[in-house]
């Protein structure tokens, strides 16, 4: 039976829109009709339409006009024969209507895939020439500020699409915050087609180089199992190290597959420790746990817990793992310089009042 811990991932500051779907346009326009051959007039009944060219009706010429002529009577004229049978109840009928002389009959509509978005062409209203300059360049977190203000329509109409490409640039280059909120849009399939292999490969290489939420998110891919069955063992390796650095969702389940002794030799000292951690952050839940595991130690071992989460200390995570440095004075620095405020009471060219 599989324990019951949580499996909610760490979320990323940056909101996911679901991007809306567009409905396709089938093209129904079929191919036109071919010139039809009709049959010759007085041929042999077994000559084939358009076989040879049509003969001259046998009509008597026209006498000379006299003085007031009386009309000519009407001459008969032989009816044709349809080559084509009564279709009037015919699904796909032929149209009655025949095309015109040289007529070339129209090619099938050929689909054209619509045109890729030009990802690396930023807009104007994005953000000013040090940002632009900095993201076609190649810088790191330049392409991660991108990928922000498209995940939040700041300045720019939001995008999931544009900011997962930015984000891919980024992630690249080896920035953990990228590599990490990329890996959740692969895994919910944001802006990118979902691929459970892919968020796995990229949580890893943030989780490498010490991302705690990457960490967590990791543990909980390999528990619900990444395309096959769990893997409790290695979500109980990444859940240890994402609570070692103080992510209280990974410190509730490990102190849940300790108790249980599920991807771990079960421990109650251990398990009580976690929960107790997770509790004084203030997670009631496991707070309630705590106590029931408590139930199943001896005065000695609770006490020897409860001394070993109280000297415990979390495992510092590196600046550049969890933050995107930014150059001094901002990505925006003419629009912070033109909306600065000054002091009430100074008047314009004139130095400010010293305090």
Sequence with gaps: ??????????????????PK?????????????PPLALPVPGAAADTPPGAVPSQPLNIAPDAPPAQNPAPPPPTA??????????TSDVTG????????????????PVQVPAPAIDTDKL?????????????????????YEVATRFAEGRGVAPSNEQSAHWLEHAAVQGSAPAQFRLGGLYEKGIGVK??????????TAAADKGNGKAMHNLAVLYAEGINGPADYKTAAHWFRK???????DSQYNLAILYARGIGADQNYAESYKWFMLAANHG??????????????????????AQAAAQKWTATAQPDDAINVKTPPGGWDPQAAKAAKPKPAGTKPGTPEAKL
């Design 123 to 143: 807009p104007a209203i994005i953000g000013g020439p040090t940002l632009h300059a900095a993201a076609i360049a190649g810088d790191a977190a330049a392409e």
């Design 93 to 108: 009928a032929l149209p009655s209507r025949l095309p015109p002389p040289n007529f070339v009959p129209a090619q099938a």
């Design 77 to 86: 004229v032989p009816e044709r024969q349809s080559a084509l049978p009564d």
């Design 1 to 18: 039976m599989a324990p019951r811990f949580r499996r909610r991932r760490c979320r990323s500051s940056l909101p996911t829109r679901r």
């Design 194 to 203: 979902k691929d459970l292999a892919k968020a796995r490969d990229l949580y």
């Design 242 to 248: 994402a609570a070692d650095r103080g992510v209280t």
């Design 21 to 33: 779907r567009i409905p396709r346009l089938l093209n129904r326009r079929g191919r036109q009709p």
């Design 283 to 304: 997670d009631a839940d496991a707070a309630k746990k705590r106590d029931e595991v408590a139930t199943h130690l001896d005065p000695q071992s609770l006490e020897a």
